[in-house]
Nanobody, 118 residues
Framework: QVQLVESGGGLVQAGGSLRLSCVASGSIFSSAAMGWYRQAPGKQRELVAAITSLGATHHADSVKGRFTISRDKAKKTVYLQMNSLKPEDTAVYYC????????????WGQGTQVTVSS
């Protein structure tokens, strides 16, 4: 069983920075992709950024140039560096690990709140 624990959320003023971390406990396959999603009140959960096992990254248009996803395979940890934060970035941020080998799996963290004040 895999558990994901996020940390690093909090309250920050617009223009500030935060770094989210997500540590996986249990076995993570080397082929796993990891990512960050967010959900604001009254809105659907959306993909913020993702990183493949080979290090290829994808960032949503709304965060390009401001957020950067990275991972440390040895530590089974994925990070999200968030700079130039805006009030519209306010949401609960969730860590995700998924893959399809040797079987399909999809794990979620409990979420960490990020609040950006104007």
């Amino acid at each position: 069983q895999v558990q994901l624990v996020e940390s690093g959320g909090g309250l920050v003023q617009a223009g500030g920075s935060l770094r989210l971390s997500c540590v996986a406990s249990g076995s993570i396959f080397s082929s796993a992709a990891m990512g960050w999603y967010r959900q604001a009140p009254g809105k659907q959960r959306e993909l913020v950024a993702a990183i493949t096992s080979l290090g290829a990254t994808h960032h949503a248009d709304s965060v390009k140039g401001r957020f950067t996803i990275s991972r440390d395979k040895a530590k089974k940890t994925v990070y999200l560096q968030m700079n130039s934060l805006k009030p519209e970035d306010t949401a609960v941020y969730y860590c995700n690990v998924n893959g399809d080998s040797p079987y399909e799996y999809d794990y979620w963290g409990q979420g960490t709140q990020v609040t950006v004040s104007s």
